[in-house]
């Protein structure tokens, strides 16, 4: 079964065309339109096809629908620095990229992917208590945050925090079932933990 018609016969037709195709057809016409961020109405629906997704490709395709959703603001002013950040990371210019999702959290406290990308910065630099403060401020504005979860678990495994590591990725996977990172992750510090006799 392809992709597309499992998300079609998981929905029905006329969901289909309602709910995910339009979400598609935002997030390519519109990505900061009127549905944006962790409170988009859209989410609960998509968070349930990520967890009954039967492959990782169904997922992923699900998974990209949500961080469209939850990268964009319909403050324009957000989507500006958002996009400052994301190109500094990518040229990794660490201080510019925090500089810029510093003053997102600023303008948009309430705006999870700006904690999350700060978070993601941190721990790039190894700033680890910071990085775990703002994974802290995700997850309260987005508790299915599997992203800052696997982070979580990243931090974690950094600071020899083991058997919270795999539970922050253990976390994420309950979420998101199909996130192979997280899966690796999880399986290795099982193994570890076994190897420990804990």
Do not use: C
Not at 86 to 110: G, L, W, Y
Not at 146 to 151: H, K, N, Q, V
């Amino acid at each position: 079964m392809t992709t597309g018609s499992w998300l079609r016969r998981l929905w029905g037709a006329q969901r289909w065309a309602a709910g995910l195709g339009l979400a598609v057809a935002l997030a390519a016409a519109n990505p900061a339109g009127a549905f944006a961020d962790q409170k988009d109405p859209r989410l609960p629906e998509l968070f349930d096809l990520l967890k009954k997704a039967p492959d990782p490709g169904s997922a992923q395709q699900v998974e990209q629908l949500i961080w469209a959703l939850w990268f964009h603001s319909d403050d324009p002013e957000v989507v500006k620095t958002m996009n400052t950040g994301v190109t500094a990371m990518s040229q990794s210019n660490f201080q510019r990229a925090i500089e810029a999702f510093h003053h997102v959290t600023e303008i948009a406290p309430d705006f999870a992917e700006g904690w999350n990308k700060l978070a993601t910065v941190h721990y790039l630099v190894g700033d680890y208590q910071d990085s775990l403060d703002e994974i802290g401020h995700t997850l309260e504005l987005e508790p299915r945050h599997f992203g800052a979860l696997s982070g979580l678990g990243l931090v974690q495994a950094q600071l020899d925090h083991t058997e919270q590591a795999l539970d922050a990725f253990e976390r994420a996977l309950d979420v998101y079932p199909m996130m192979q990172g997280a899966r690796i992750n999880a399986e290795t510090l099982r193994k570890e933990l076994q190897d420990k006799g804990i």
